[in-house]
């Protein structure tokens, strides 16, 4: 098969049931896809200037459609009499959409109908051809339905599709027999046959010309009597080209012996139409309207003739420049019109509307307050409409952060996409400036800086791959290219041991988007139909699809989705384009309702309701930008936190108004902090309306100090206000709010923080004021006690138990903090112990015997375990083979170790272990976890890290997250998960560290079994 427009050629191999992409120089490609769907297997292809259709020899003999990128199968027709039997040869007519089919099996060619008619497959016409057809291929242009044979010898044959009749033969280029193959017509006219038997493609001339649709002939057939004449109308359709001369061919087949095929070379110079460049202004206004019209015309080739305006009115003018006044309220079309001296004919066109206009104003242009985080301010905005003529429709919205925008660093685009499945951009652009990454990294320093990280956890163990990022209002869905799975994960990264399959999926399955509107998880579909995929949040099943418009034309990966108008923004590094689409609810979703050019390498998308699309890329380094929805202007931009090159992926927004970010590299998700929270504290009424004209209306800010922010710190906010005023149609107040500080409290104590009834405590903390002056302190003690109004205070616990004691502290402004602190009264045990040490000389082979007396004077009882635990550490046999050149797996060689009897401990930490052999050592109870818990996949020397449902103190730090060891521990330390097969004894400073050594010993789990944890 041949990809016209592509210079690429499709080649099967019957025998590997695969399709093989090669350039018309005969080099590889890269891309080749499976034909398992042929029966016994895939036969002659023909192309219809979208998809590639394939012959199944075999099973139902039906035609498959298949796309040329990937091999998938769009469709298929198996039904017709041609069905019956084994066919060969395919060839497609792309001016009445129907092909040829037929083979060897039957001797027949059959002429079926195409997808656009009513029966598909339907039998238009047949005829018997005896050659042994092997491929067919068809000229549009000629009519020539072209016949390769495969005979003794192999031959070739064009064939008139209309009378049947041979119009011309000639043989094989192979020259063999038996050989002959599928075929099938470049864009020049020239054909390509196949040879199998000496693995050949070869490209024959023809003669018959280019496949163009702007040369005709008319009559295309006809008979002349002897003696007699025929003349041919050839018809050149220049606004089928371009500029420049073409080369085509009549062809005209005869039944004279000495001359049966007749070819006519025709040439056509196409010249340059005039390029125009108009404009107007103004393009909008109040009748009565003076518009001034200028146009520049550049005509390359071929001398101007004539120009001129019409205004849309009826009324026009002569020449380049013009003005014209439009008296009536209206939509006009002016246009202007140039013709060459050859009747070349340009024309531009501009829409002048004409009609009463509202006058959009806003005061004050900044508003900067001080509140206290305990008031509550209100603040008044004036949107005018004073010199309006007509009513001004608004739209206001809150922004975290100021409005302006900020120059954007932007790669340079080096490469177009070769692989419409690629998980990176790699290779398509070039890495950022120096200078610019030091600038990003300077403003990444400063403090509360955008961007920043609020939280990270590793993706799942059971993930071999972090790409896509959905947020339904409770869990993180995080998209699996590798396995086709979509997981979803806690806000803490916990498993929620729920997935979701994404079959529908083409090549693989990218970013998503949650519509609340709908309750949908929307994701992208990289390949087949390139649209978004609703899913089911509950079961993931496909509920909606939206597959039409131009941006599925080509792969995308980014999607994000605003629930205020529902419409979704989708885009991705193949084109650069950012689209803006309708939702479900509109009259045609998928449609574009804008679209725009960001040639950054979209990979994931996120839409906040202040207005703005989050984008990441995947580049060197990735990026994440901030962009204006409206305005397409970058807002904010900095580094991704993983710090790396071409490792961004999807996008999400958390509910509190900052960014969840994943990373394909390292498998992390991190929230970000995006400096724009639903901007809390702040409302604006009304947020909608209309002003009519003369007047004005009033728009109130209100301020609540305590959602605001931490005292001290300064909250930068932006109204917008979107009008229907084309002067100003986006009106902006930069608000700045200082949040007063409020007191302080540090160094809070309890001394003695635990001891015996009755308890005297001792309580004691620094204080300090912030705006305002302090205006109280007290201590509450948790026992029903009455407080006490002092920073330090002593307080008598006569009861057992365990009392939380908070101190209050309250500002002038009525700003209160507040810290805590913990006592605990209980009877308490005393330990004694004599002797505090042994230091004992024993003969050999002798038994020496000495008493330790433990005692407990105290007041509360005392539990102890003693146990002995030599160090084995110690011992001249691990000494020696520590020291040893060891070899990996010769476990014969170890020497047996001693681990303290069966218990040890308590360490300093107090750390005991006992195993169930012990006297007091834990009742053996194995629980199986295989069918209920997630499997971990792993192989000899790796490790894995799991996220842990809570908190784990372990030796004084609390972690969250868990390492499991292919040799049979577990760790703390990330780093020490691989390359430790040696169980040696601890403690030991060396690494691993922060270990439970349950099972250490050099495992190799891809031998066999499974790692699980629940």
Not at 861 to 890: C, I, L, R, T
């Amino acid at each position: 098969g041949a990809i016209h427009g592509a210079g690429e050629l499709v080649i099967g191999d019957p025998s590997m049931k695969e399709d093989f992409v090669v350039t018309t120089e005969g080099l590889a490609t890269g891309k080749s896809y499976r034909t398992q769907w042929a029966g016994q297997w895939a036969a002659d292809m023909t192309f219809d200037g979208e998809y590639i259709w394939q012959v199944n020899v075999g099973g139902d003999n039906g035609v498959y459609k298949l796309n040329p990128e990937t091999g998938a199968v769009a469709g298929s027709m198996r039904t017709g009499a041609w069905t019956s039997a084994a066919q060969r040869g395919l060839a497609y007519d792309v001016n009445d959409d129907t092909f040829f089919v037929g083979g060897w099996v039957d001797d027949q060619i059959y002429k079926i109908k195409g997808e656009s008619w009513d029966n598909p497959g339907e039998v238009l016409d047949q005829w018997e051809m005896q050659v042994g057809v092997a491929g067919l291929a068809y000229h549009p242009t000629a009519n020539v339905l072209a016949v390769t044979s495969n005979g003794i010898p192999d031959m070739i044959y064009f064939v008139d599709p209309v009378s049947h009749a041979m119009l011309a033969q000639f043989p094989h280029p192979a020259g063999r027999a038996n050989s002959g193959a599928g075929c099938e017509f470049d864009e020049t006219g020239n054909l390509w046959v196949a040879s199998q038997k000496d693995n050949m493609a070869y490209l024959v001339e023809t003669g018959l010309g280019p496949i163009v649709d702007w040369l005709t002939w008319r009559p295309a057939s006809g008979s002349i009597p002897a003696g007699g004449s025929c003349t041919i109308t050839v018809t050149a359709d220049a606004s089928r080209l371009g500029p420049g001369t073409h080369h085509s061919r009549v062809t005209v087949f005869t039944n004279d012996i000495e001359y049966p095929m007749i070819t006519v070379p025709v040439s056509f110079d196409v010249k340059r139409i005039p390029v125009i460049t108009a404009t107007a202004t103004p393009m909008v206004g109040e009748p009565p309207l003076a518009v001034t019209f200028h146009a520049e015309v550049n005509s390359p080739e071929t001398p101007l003739a004539s120009c001129g305006w019409s205004f849309g009115d009826g009324a026009g003018a002569v020449g380049l420049d013009a003005e014209h006044t439009y008296a009536a309220a209206g939509l006009y079309t002016a246009e202007f019109t140039a013709v060459d001296q050859l009747g070349g004919t340009a024309k531009e066109r501009l829409t002048i509307d004409v009609r009463m206009l509202p006058v959009a104003t806003i005061d004050p242009a900044a508003v900067e307050i001080t509140i206290s985080p305990a008031d509550t301010v209100s603040h008044i905005l004036t949107l005018g409409n004073v010199e309006g003529h007509a009513d001004l429709h608004f739209d206001a919205k809150l922004r975290r952060g100021s409005a302006q925008a900020v120059a954007a660093a932007i790669p340079k685009r080096t490469a177009m996409a070769a692989d419409p499945g690629a998980f990176t951009a790699e290779g398509l652009y070039t890495s950022l400036d120096p200078g610019t990454l030091a600038e990003l990294a300077a403003a990444a320093a400063m403090p509360d800086a955008v961007g920043g990280v609020i939280r990270s956890w590793p993706v799942p163990s059971v993930m071999e791959y972090s790409w896509g990022l959905g947020f339904d209002s409770k869990n993180v869905w995080i998209g699996d290219p590798f396995s086709n799975t979509d997981h979803l994960v806690t806000p803490e990264g916990v498993h929620t041991l729920m997935r979701f399959q994404t079959g529908w999926s083409e090549n693989w399955a990218a970013d998503l988007a949650f519509d609340e509107n709908h309750n949908l998880m929307w994701q992208v579909n990289v390949g087949g139909d390139n649209g978004i995929y609703g899913l089911n949040p509950s079961t993931g099943d496909v509920e909606a699809v939206i597959a039409n418009g131009p941006w599925t034309a080509r792969d995308q990966r980014g999607l994000a989705y605003n629930s205020a108008d529902d419409t979704f923004y989708i885009g991705g590094w193949t084109q650069d384009i950012i689209y803006h689409i309708k939702g479900l609810s509109w009259d045609n979703p998928g449609e574009v309702l804008d679209q725009w050019s960001f040639p950054v390498g979209i990979a994931g998308l996120a839409y906040h309701p202040g207005g703005v699309l989050w984008v990441a890329n995947n580049g060197e380094p990735d990026m994440i930008y901030g962009l204006d929805a409206k305005t397409h202007a970058v807002l904010v931009q900095f580094q991704h936190p993983a710090r790396l090159d071409r490792s961004g992926a999807g996008l999400a927004m958390h509910e509190d108004g900052n960014l969840w970010v994943a990373s394909q590299v390292n498998r992390m998700v991190y929230l970000i902090d995006t400096g724009m929270p639903a901007v809390p504290g702040i409302t604006i009424d009304p947020a909608r309306g209309a002003v009519p004209a003369g007047q004005s209306a009033e728009l109130e800010l209100m301020l609540d100090g305590a959602k605001l922010g931490a005292p001290g710190k300064d909250v930068q906010a932006c109204v917008e206000v979107a009008t229907d005023d084309p002067v100003n149609p986006l009106l902006r107040v930069n608000l700045l709010v200082h949040v007063e500080a409020g007191p302080s409290i540090a160094d809070v104590t309890a001394t003695p923080s635990i001891g015996e009834p009755p308890l005297t405590v001792a309580f004691n903390a620094s204080v300090s004021a912030g705006a305002k002056p302090i205006a109280d302190a007290w201590w509450s003690f948790g026992d029903g006690s009455e407080p006490v109004h002092s920073v330090q205070a002593e307080h008598v616990y006569s009861e057992i138990g365990t009392y939380n004691a908070v101190l209050h502290v309250v500002d002038e402004a009525g700003v209160e903090v507040t810290a805590r602190v913990t006592v605990t009264v209980k009877w308490l045990p005393q330990l004694e112990i004599n002797p505090e040490s042994f230091n004992l000389v024993i003969d050999a082979g002798s038994i020496c015997q000495r008493n330790l007396t433990v005692a407990n004077p105290g007041a509360g009882p005392m539990n102890f375990q003693v146990s002995v635990a030599p160090s084995f550490a110690e011992s001249p046999e691990w000494k020696q083979y520590a020291a040893s050149a060891h070899v990996k797996g010769d476990f014969a060689a170890e020497p047996a170790g001693f681990a303290g009897a069966g218990a040890g401990g308590p360490d300093r930490f107090g750390y005991i272990w006992a195993d169930s052999g012990e006297a007091n050592g834990p009742a053996f109870d194995w629980v199986e976890i295989r069918e209920i818990g997630t499997r971990v996949p792993m192989y000899d020397e790796s490790g894995s890290t799991v996220a842990l449902p809570f908190e784990f103190p372990f030796y004084g730090e609390l972690h969250r997250y868990i390492g499991i060891a292919s040799n049979g521990y577990l760790s703390f330390d990330q780093s020490a998960l691989k390359g430790f097969a040696d169980n040696a004894p601890i403690p030991n400073p060396d690494d691993p560290n922060h270990l439970i050594a349950a099972f250490w010993d050099d495992l190799d789990p891809s031998a066999g079994g499974g790692v699980y944890y629940y």
